[in-house]
Structures are given as C-alpha cells and as structure tokens.
C-alpha cells in the first residue's frame, strides 16, 4: 500500500471488533484503532485523526454511530462507513444525512469491505484535492481582490463569487443579488456608464472594460474594474454575462500616494538614496546630506563613500551583492566617517526594486545614522543590567548612572534632577485584567517615558510599577517639576488594551542634587518619599521634596503602627449623632461615627484614623468591625427600649470594591439580629461616578434590603445622572449649604432645589449641620425631613445616646 493508513473501528461488540482487526490486517492494513463508545471514538479522533471509520450505528454509550459521525470535524473530511446488520429506512434516512462513504449489511465479505474501504480512500483523495483547489483559487482571488461576477440576462439575477468580493458585506463564497440591486451601490455618477457596458454585452456578446465607483460595507466609495463577456446557450435559450471584478481603489491612489511618499523622502530624519543597478547615486534626500556632512556635488553619479572600494575588502562586496541577488535585500551596521572625517556609525539597508517584468531597475538605500545609539549600546551590554520586561537599566545600573551624573556634575555645580515615578492604581489593572494586560502597561509607561526626555536622560525600571528618571544639568527646580508634568500629561493619552480603553496615572515624586542630598542613594530615597506626598495630594500630580515630608512618612508609619496595635487591643470606639424627625421632633435614626482611645493622645477623631487606615490598607478591617459594632448596637437599642432607630454608616471605596461586600453585610445583620431596612448605608457622590462595579454593589446592597444615602450630597460631580437611576433612597445634604440658611440666598436656593428634586425623585432628605436655632427653624417644616447637627445633639458613646437626646427638640 502507498502508505500506512489508519483505520478506525468503533464497535461496541468486542468480539466483532477483533474480528475485523483481524479482516483488516490479513488485507494488509496494518494501523487500526478500536472504540467501543462515540464519546471515547470523537476524544481519539481529536488527538489522532483516522483516515477512514467503520461506524457500527448501534452501539453502547450516549450516543449511537451516527451521532458519532455527525460530531466529526467537518474540516478533517474522515470517510464513514456504516457497518449495520439493520437497513430499514429510518436508519438509512438518518445515517445518509451525514453523508458516510459506504453502508456495508453485516456480513460482508473480506473483497466488499476492501473494496469499499478503497473507493471511500479514493473519494477522500479526490475530495482533499479539490477543497485544496478550491481554497488556492479562494486565495488568489483574495490576494488580488477579485470576485466572479456571472449576470442571467433574462432574470438580472446577478451571482458573485469569491473571498476578493470587494464591494458586498458579505462572508460566504457565492452572493446571490439582482442586477438593479448592485447598480443602486454604483455612485450616480458612474451609473449610467456601467448601465451602458450591460447593455452593449447583451447586445454584441463582450461586456466592454469599465471602472467605476461603488459603495463598500462602510458607506465609502471604492474604484472596480469589470470585465466580461456574454455567453448564449441554444438549447436553453438563456444568456449570460460572466467575468471578472477587481478592486482598483490603489491604483488610483497611486498619485497620492507617491506624493506622500515623496514627502517622507524628503522629511524622514533617516537618510534615504536611491541608486543604479551599478550602486551609483541618482537622487539623495537631505537627511543623507545631514547625517554625512556630504554635498549634492560628491555624491550624484557615484557610489556612496561608504561603498567605496578603498574602504572595504573584496569579501565584503561578495556579501553585499550576493544578499542583494539571493533576498534581494542588503542589511549591514557599518562603522565609518563622516565628510569631515568624524566617527558615525551607520545602520544602512538596501532593497532592490524590480519591475512587472522582474528586472532589475534601482536600489533604495535607508541610511540611519545609529552614532549615539551604538555608544550607549557598547555602554550597556558592558553593563549588562537590563530590565527584563523593558529592557530599561534596572536599580543598580540606574544608581551607578546617578553616581556618575553627580561626578559630572559637582565640579560645576549644577544639579541633578532624581524623578521616582509610580503608577496610580496600578494593582487595580493587575486584578481586573489580568498581569499580561498589566506587563503590557508598564512596557507602554516606559515608551511613553522614553518619547518624552532626552536621549541623555536615564530613564529606569525599579521594579512593579516603579520609573526613576535622571536628568543632569538641570539649571532650576522649574525645569524639574516642568519636566515632571510633561510625563504625568504624556503617561494620560488614552490607549487600548484587550478592547479597554485606559490612561495611565502617574504620581512623581523629585528631589535634586545638591539641593536636597549628595548621595544616589539619599536622592533615590527622598525622591521615593516626594513620590508617596504626591499620592496623598490625590495622585496624577508630582511633589518637590520638602524636608516635612520625612517627617510625615515617619509619622504615619508610627500611627500606621499604632492604629493596628489600637484595633488588636480595643480602642477604638463608635460614637453616635443623633437624627431627629423634623415635624415630631422625635429621635429618628444615628450616625455611626469613629473615634479612637489613644493611649496618650486621648479621644482622637476620624481625620486621624480614615487617611491612615486608607493608605495602610487597614479601612477593610476597620470597616468590618464598625458594620459590625454599629448592628450589634442597634439591636441591642430594639432589645433594651423596644424603640426602632435608622443606624447610618459611611463605607470606604475600597470597601465597596470588596468582592461580595452586600454578601459580608448580610452576614452582619443575621449574626446581629438587626433587619436589614434599619440599616443605612451612606456613600459619597465620587465613588459611584461610572464605576461599573461600585453601581453593581448599590444594586447587590439594595437587594439584602438595606437603605442607602448619599452623604454630603452637593459636593461632588454628575450625581444628578446618577441618582435617577441608582437605588439611592435618601440625600445627606452638606454642611456647606446649611451653614448660609437663612440668611445666605444663594445657600437657599440651592436648598430648596436641592429639596425640589428629591421631592420629585421621591427621595428622603436629612440635613446635616444643623448648629443655630435659624436653621433648625428653617428647615423643620419640610416635609419628612431628618435633622443632625450640633444644635440637635453631638455624638457621644452608645450609653449616652438616649439619655443625651431626651426633650431635645423640646427644649430647642
């Protein structure tokens, strides 16, 4: 046999199975798998495809034989042939949809099963040759961005086919649409010319050559050229208009195009000749002029300098021509001179240029000039302390850079720019799209980085998200932070990642020799320092060093320190404002507020817990246990004076991005024995601005059944579009507005909108800040109103609550 051809057997019957192994080799095929299952038949096939099966239809498993062979891969075309004991016409009806290469009635004898076996083999081949036949020409026709156009006169049913179909939306090889159809796509202009060209083919049998316009899938004009004839058939009486369609848009482009490509030989910064096919120079651009110092008078009619003969040896023609006859292509980095006899470097590619007839006509030559580029590549590999991802000098090659810019420049005095960069959220993109996504941000930070400074300056990776920038001779501290914002604006063009579009944020943080330090690595380290005020001034900012703000690190470290100890210990504490009813007076609901018992501070405020627990990442552990605290108070209220109180508490962001936050809250409020509509929840106007999965965790918190707030609404952006359609059921409105009332216009008319809208919205209101009886006379008669302030009652500790707020409005 030719070849070693495997059949497969999938026959539940072990018996019969062997048996036809047995039949097969004594007819020479050697290669024969068996299966007694269809799924275990399909999984074999996946791994290593048969060329041809014998299918027995009923057999044990899921599946019988022809649903086996109906989940064989189309594109692997693997002849089936049934073998069955049963031939009635359901089993046939079914088994011919799959389309199998022979049905053998079991028995059979050993000359039928070969001779079907060879004829389905002979089929496949036959079969194989021609799917690669028609997949060529599909391929031809693409490459050259033609279809197959065939017109039926007498319907105008018009058929094209072809993957180079350039004008139909369509993805399959034959398009089926009337004549008048396609001409309604012709541009009005051309549609009388290419009504004509129909009409002269049905009347003298040749479809004249013609080119128009035609509208694409896009709704842009593209120039076609058709050509064809027209074909009759007696017998029939039918005629036909068949030919060919091809899409010319570039060649009518070519002008345009050959004036751009003469502006980029005239404006590229890399030199560009164009030479004979004896190497002499016929044109050159200015860029070649620049880079070699050469005149127009020494270079036309000659070869380049570089090439001259006195430069190279023999061999190195041998390899010039031979490259350029083998690949037709020459690519060499040469080490040579300039006009004025000064050292260059030169990355020189030549192309050969043919014409239709494949002869030889011109040579382009693409001359870089790669001086500067090979220095600091000698430089670098001598180093050889890269980073991986980047390629940028890493941590100890930058602070041996640093060093020696200091060197440089102490004599001279002028100062050395030290820039750490981080990028903002840079953990955010790592979990949501994944460390590729994130390796693919830092590799674009870094080019971006590199585009905007100097090829002198030193740009490094540290390591994760973290750049060091070194620039030396930086003549003021307003070149440096100028130099700064120029790569934080650099680093926010958007850009697209897997379908995200995305900026990147960057924080910076500078310091400069000598002003701040004289070692790289102090300068590094207060840099970092600089770096971390920035984040704190709200990041996408860069800080200058101030000697405060190694102080500051110092002092969040040690509170940083000291909050942790403080919740390991129990001392942190909640306080509770009261809310009060504004039409009853009546005690409506508190406010969870956090306090913590320092020890030798004292009763220390939230302004000195939430920025250090934000930055320390200490807030989800710290939130926890506030839901927690404030629910076990809240019942223990219900419990102790069978009096149902609304308890508020402010969540973080980083609380909210918390996977399966409305799930830990449920958790809560079941341990607590607290429902779940006497719990509020209060948000800020900035955390639910088109944040896809903080609007998730309203819906998620909604659905527990707790309520939620907007806390100090009025003070952020874009909540008006917001609030409409999120399950917000109550606005805290801000001090801010209610310290102007009543006597500050402007503050009431911002009230009574802000009043105007939640009445409309159908949303509930409590002022905050309520501090002088003006206010609290002000705002009481509003409709459902809740009030909190000073004047009403200030926060204290849980036991205090009650007694604290008893005939308080009363006494107002």
């Known amino acids: 046999m030719p070849h070693s051809v495997h059949i497969m057997i999938v026959e539940d019957e072990r018996v019969i199975a062997l048996h036809l192994r047995k039949q097969l080799e004594k007819l020479g095929y050697e290669r ?9 038949a399909l999984a074999a096939i996946h791994d290593d495809p048969p060329d041809i099966i014998l299918m027995d239809i009923r057999i044990e498993g899921d599946i019988d034989g022809i649903e086996t062979a109906a989940g064989i891969p189309s594109h692997l075309m693997i002849p089936v042939i049934y073998l069955s004991a049963h031939s ?16 053998l009635i079991k028995p059979f004898s050993d000359r039928e099963l070969h001779a079907t076996i060879q004829m389905a083999l002979e089929r496949r081949a036959a079969e194989l040759a021609l799917s690669e036949s028609q997949h060529r020409l599909s391929l031809a026709m693409n490459a050259a961005q033609m279809s197959c156009w065939e017109i039926d006169v007498l319907t105008r049913q018009m058929h094209c086919t072809g993957l180079g179909n350039p004008d139909l939306d369509q993805n399959v090889e034959t398009v089926t649409e009337s004549w008048d159809a396609f001409l309604e796509r012709v541009a009005s202009e051309d549609r009388d010319m290419v009504r004509k060209a129909f009409a002269y083919a049905v009347s003298h049998g040749e479809f004249y050559d013609v080119v128009f316009r035609s509208l694409d899938k896009d709704q842009n004009y593209r120039w076609l050229r058709a050509r064809g004839k027209s074909f009759g058939d007696d017998r029939k009486g039918s005629q036909r208009i068949i030919g060919m369609m091809q899409d010319v848009t570039d060649q009518r482009l070519t002008q345009d195009k050959l004036r751009e490509a003469m502006t980029v030989f005239e404006t590229t ?35 380049p300098y570089f090439l001259s003969a006195n430069e190279h040896p023999a061999e190195f023609f041998q390899e010039l021509f031979s490259g350029l006859g083998a690949r037709r292509q020459w690519h060499r980095d040469l080490d040579t001179h300039n006009a004025n006899r000064g050292p260059i470097s030169l990355s020189l590619q030549n192309i050969a240029v043919e014409n239709e007839e494949h002869e030889l006509t011109h040579y382009v030559m693409i001359v870089s000039d790669r001086t500067a580029i090979r220095q600091a590549e000698q430089e670098l590999h001598y180093l050889a302390q890269y980073d991986g991802l980047t390629s940028l000098p890493n941590r100890l090659l ?9 060197e440089r420049c102490e004599p001279s005095g002028m100062m050395v720019a030290c820039m750490f960069l981080d990028i903002d959220d840079f953990k955010t993109i790592n979990d949501t799209l ?7 941000v830092i590799l674009i930070a870094a080019t971006r980085i590199k585009g905007i400074t100097e090829r002198t300056d030193t740009i490094s990776r540290l390591g994760g998200d973290e750049f060091l920038i070194i620039r030396e001779n930086i003549p003021n501290e307003t070149a440096a932070t100028n130099l700064a914002q120029k790569i934080i604006q650099e680093l926010q063009r958007p850009f697209y990642i897997r379908g995200h579009e995305m900026n990147i944020g960057a924080s910076v943080g500078i310091s400069l020799y000598p002003v701040h330090g004289h070692s790289s690595h102090d300068l590094i380290r207060l840099a970092d320092t600089a770096m971390y005020a920035a984040k704190d001034r709200g990041r996408r900012t860069f800080a200058l ?16 320190l000291e909050l942790r100890r403080g919740l390991e210990n129990g001392e942190l504490v909640l306080y509770y404002q009261p809310q009060f009813d504004g039409k009853t007076g009546e005690m409506a609901g508190v406010e969870a507020l956090l306090r913590w018992n320092h020890p030798t501070h004292g009763l220390v405020g939230p ?9 320390s990442g200490l807030i989800l552990e710290i939130g926890s246990w506030v839901i927690r605290e404030a629910c076990t108070q809240a019942r223990r209220w219900q419990d102790q004076y069978g009096q149902k109180l609304r308890m508020a508490v402010n969540v973080s962001v980083r609380q909210m991005q918390q996977p399966g936050f409305a799930d830990s809250i449920a958790d809560q409020l079941a341990i607590s024995g607290l429902p779940a509509e006497d719990l509020e929840i209060e948000v800020t106007e900035s955390m639910i601005q088109d944040e896809i999965s903080m609007i998730q965790t309203l819906h998620d918190l909604r659905a527990v059944g707790i309520s939620l707030a907007i806390d100090d609404f009025g003070t952020g952006y874009s909540c008006l579009r917001s609030i409409k359609s999120l399950p917000i059921s109550r606005i805290k409105i801000d001090r801010a507005f209610v310290n102007g009332l009543p006597g500050n216009s ?10 105007a809208m939640a009445e409309a919205l159908g949303l509930s209101v409590t002022a905050e800040g309520v501090e002088t009886r003006a206010q609290y006379d002000f705002l009481r008669d509003v409709p459902g109103i809740k009030l909190q302030g000073f004047l009403l009652g200030k926060p204290v500790p849980a036991e205090d609550v009650f007694t604290a707020t008893i005939g308080k409005t009363k006494q107002i």
Do not use: C, F, W
Not at 280 to 295: D, F, L, M, W
Not at 398 to 406: K, Q, S
Not at 748 to 754: F, G, K, P, R, S
């Open 32 to 40: 024969t798998s068996a299966h007694t299952r269809g799924s275990d």
């Open 88 to 103: 009635e016409d359901a089993t046939l009806a079914r088994a011919k949809i799959t389309r199998p290469y022979g049905y």
């Open 269 to 303: 910064q890399d030199g560009i000749l164009i030479l004979d096919p004896d190497l002499n120079v016929t044109n050159a651009n200015n860029a070649y002029y620049r880079i070699t110092g050469e005149t127009e008078e020494n270079t036309l009619q000659k070869p």
């Open 398 to 406: 930058a602070t041996d850079r640093l060093n020696r810019a200091i």
């Open 434 to 440: 994944g460390h590729a996504a994130g390796d693919q």
């Open 545 to 560: 060093y101030e000697a405060e703000m190694t102080a500051n690190a110092a002092h969040y470290m040690t509170r940083s």
């Open 607 to 615: 302004h000195e817990i939430i920025p250090t627990a934000e930055k």
């Open 746 to 755: 402007n503050d009431v008319a911002l009230i009574n909108a802000i009043l």
